[in-house]
C-alpha cells in the first residue's frame, strides 16, 4: 500500500473520528453534569434529525430557520426528560438512572418509527458531494464540515466548563447530597445538561443524517459514540475529541488492511475491541477522573 | 408574653417536638424541641445512632433526599414556619448545613467549590471579596487554592467544607461531626476559627459532636440526645461538671477496667 493511499486513510479517519467525537461530546455532557452514561444519545441524535426533517421539509422552512428551531425544540424536549422521568430518580442508585436512559431510547425509536416510518431520508445540506482534492488526497466535503462543527462545539463546551454555571454542574457531578447542602439545583443542573445535550444531538443528527441518510440505524450511532466516550474518560471533552482521532485512524487504516483478510466487517470488530481493551486495561479512559482515594 | 415564647422570639432557630420518619415507617427522633438563640452557639451531643444528624437534617431540608418527612412538629427560622420548605429555598434564608464526612466536591479546585457554593445572584466583586474573606480564615486552603479539593488532608478539607459553606451568607451554621478522624490541633484550630467567626460575624451555630469534651469548650449550652430524644438540655457549664456526662462522654469515670465501664453503662440507661 503506498504512502498516499495510507495518509488519505488517515486524514479520512480523523475526519470520521470528528464525527464520532461530535456524538460523544453530548454524552460527556451529560456525564459531565450528572455521573450518568446515557444510553439514550442516539435515539435524541436520531430524534433531532427527524426534527429537523419536519420543520424543513415537511413544514417547508428554510434550513436556516429549521436547525436552529429544531435545536430549541430539543433542549426543550431534553429538559422534559429531566423533568419527567429522572427527577424522582434523583439520588438513587445510577443503575436505575441507566436503565431509565435505556427505556428513553427505546421509547425514541418506537416513537419515530410510529411518526415517520422506516424508510430512509435525506437530509440534503446542499452541500456538494463533489470530491475535495488537499494535495493528493481525497476528502469528503461533508465530513470536513461535521469536523468542523465537533471542534466548535469542543471550543465552546471546554470555556462553558470554566463558568459559574459550569463550575455548578460539575459540582453536582461530583456529590448531589454536598451540591443540596449548599442550595445548589441539582435538578435544574442535571435538566440544562439533558438540554445542551440535545442540541449536540440536534448537529450530530444533522451531519450524520446528511451521511448515512435519516433511519432508525442513526440511533446505533450510540455504539461508536460510546467508544470514543469511554476511551476518552467519559467526563473529558478534551479526552472525547482526541479518542474520536484516534479511534477514527486506528479504524480506518485498519479496516483497509483488515477486510482483504477477513473479507468485510473488521471495522465494528476493531470497535469493539477498543472498547472492550479499555474498559480492562484502562477504566477511567484517556482523560477521565480518577476516583480519588487517599491513604 | 410567657417566658417560653419570650425565649422562643429571642432564637433564630426553633425546633418544636418534631418527629421524623424514614420510608415511612422508621422514627427516627421522636419528639425533638431545640431552641439555638440568635447569635449563639449550641451544640448537640449523643452517642451514635441517637437522631443528631436527623435532626440537622430535618431543619436544612435534606431528610427528603434521604427519603425522610417531617411527621409531627414545626420548625421556625427567625420567625418564619420552613417545615416544608426545599432545601435550596431554606439555604437562601440562611440555613447551611456542613453534611459529615467533609463532602468537599473532589474533583473541583477549593477555588472553584467555593465559587460553586455562591449564590446565583452574587456579582463578581462580591464574589471575589467572600473568597478573600474565606481565605484570612482559612489561610491554609489559599495556599492550595487551585490544587484538585480531592487531594486535600483531612483538615483541609474539614475547613473547605466550612468555607464552601459560608460562601452561601448563612445566618444560621449547622455543622454534622467537624471533628471526626481528625487530629486533636487541628480540632483545636478549626473549633477556634468557628467560635472566631461567630463572635465576628454574629453568625449562629448549630454543632452536633460525638467529642463533647471538645464541643463544650465553645458553645454556651448544649443538648443530649439519646434515643431520639431530648434527656438534657444545660448550659455547657453545667453539663462539663454533670457527673453522668463526664462518665458517658467525657471519659472522666471512676471505673478502672473495661468490665467495669460496660457494667455500669448497662446498668444505668436514660430511660426514655
Redesign the interface.
Known sequence: MDLILLAELAVNGVLTGLLYSLFAIGLVLIYKASSVPNLSQGGLTMAGAYVVLALAHDMGLPLWVAIPLAAVVMFVFGMGIERVALRRL??RPVVMILMMTLGIDIFLRGTTLAIWGGTSRSVDLGVSYEPLFVGDILVSRIHLLGAAVAILLFVVFVLFFRT?LG??L??I?????????????VERGVGLSWGLASIVAVSAGIIWGEIQGVDQSLSLLLLKGLTVAVLGGLDSIFGAVLAGIILGIIENVGSAYLDPFVGGGSRDLIMAAVLILTVMLRPHGLFG?TD?E?V | MTPALEKEAASILSMNSIEVLYDNVMLAIKGVSIQVPRGGMVALLGSNGAGKSTTLKAI?G?LK??RGRISRGEISFDGSVITGLP??QR??MGI????EGR??????TPD??L??????SMNRATLKAEKQRIYEYFPRLAERKNS?A??LSGGEQQMLAIG??L??QPRLLMLDEPSLGLAPFLVTEIFGIIRRINKEQGLSVLLVEQNALAALEIVSDGYLIENGRVVMHDTAQALKSNSDIQEFYLGGGSATNFHEIKHYSRRKRWLS
Open positions: 434523583a439520588g459559574r463550575i455548578r460539575r459540582a457531578a461530583d456529590d448531589y447530597m454536598a451540591s443540596w447542602s449548599v442550595g445548589i439545583s477522573r480519588i487517599r | 436544612s435534606l433526599v434521604e432545601a435550596q439555604v437562601e447551611c448545613h456542613v453534611i463532602r468537599v466536591f473532589e474533583h473541583l472553584e467549590n465559587e460553586a457554593a455562591a449564590p446565583v484538585q480531592g487531594y464552601r459553606a460562601m452561601t
